[in-house]
């Protein structure tokens, strides 16, 4: 996959350089970050330099996960981070992605985490063929899920056991986004650098009646 650039009204979604090393290690130093992702703790400069310099590159030329530096319009500083992960099913039959995000500790409560995910979800239905789009947070996450839900999420359960973290089995929370779940085109736009692409080959979908 070619990296690609989206816009909205304040942000800029383009893929990690190796001079946002710097801020990538700032932000990383908030504990909220390391305690509900999977990024290393304590985190250093050079993991920091090892993400935007190799695994961002890496991951985006082997279709593994689609990372974007979220970055303002107005100075250019980093807002924080979203993207497509857990791509192994992207291009099966199941068209299957799951959505990741963190943000700086800063721009927290100012609802840029919905606003960059909004673009990359929309991409992802429109542009990738995603169907059925997974939110995963470790249980507890509140601050995770007040985003999922304002994108749309459907909350489906608890995946008990689901995760490993520091030695120890933790409960999952789960959502799902359908492309059907999404406003009309004329409610609320495409992000900039997004075009709208309708799929004559989606996957019919035949919902439980129960």
């Known amino acids: 996959m070619e990296p690609v650039t989206l816009t909205t009204e304040r942000l800029v979604l383009r893929p990690f350089e190796p001079s946002d090393a710097p801020a990538v290690h700032a932000a990383c130093q908030d504990p909220g970050i390391p305690r509900w992702t999977s990024v290393p703790s304590p985190y250093g400069v050079g993991d920091a330099e090892r993400f935007v310099g190799t695994v961002v590159p890496e991951s985006w030329r082997d279709d593994t996960a689609y990372h974007f530096a979220v970055?303002?319009?107005?100075?250019?500083?980093?807002?924080?981070?979203?993207?497509?992960v857990r791509l192994d099913r992207l291009r099966t039959p199941e068209r299957q992605a799951e959505l990741g995000y963190w943000t700086v500790k800063e721009h927290r409560g100012r609802g840029c985490a919905v606003e960059a995910a909004r673009a990359v979800l929309r991409w992802a239905f429109r542009e990738l063929g995603v169907e059925r789009l997974e939110w995963h947070a470790e249980a507890g996450n509140e601050g995770s899920r007040v985003v999922a839900r304002r994108l749309g999420f459907h909350?489906?359960?608890?995946?008990?056991?689901?995760?490993?973290?520091?030695?120890?089995?933790?409960?999952?929370?789960?959502?799902?986004?359908?492309?059907?779940?999404?406003?009309?085109?004329?409610?609320?736009?495409?992000?900039?650098?997004?075009?709208?692409i309708r799929r004559p080959d989606a996957t019919p979908y035949l919902p439980f009646p129960g």
């Not at 100075?75 to 981070?81: E, H, K, P, T, Y």
């Not at 030695?167 to 495409?190: K, N, Q």
């Open 155 to 196: 909350m489906e359960g608890t995946l008990r056991a689901q995760l490993v973290r520091g030695g120890t089995r933790r409960d999952v929370w789960i959502g799902s986004l359908l492309p059907s779940d999404l406003p009309e085109d004329h409610e609320e736009p495409a992000p900039a650098g997004s075009t709208a």
């Open 71 to 84: 970055v303002s319009r107005a100075d250019g500083s980093l807002v924080g981070a979203t993207g497509l």
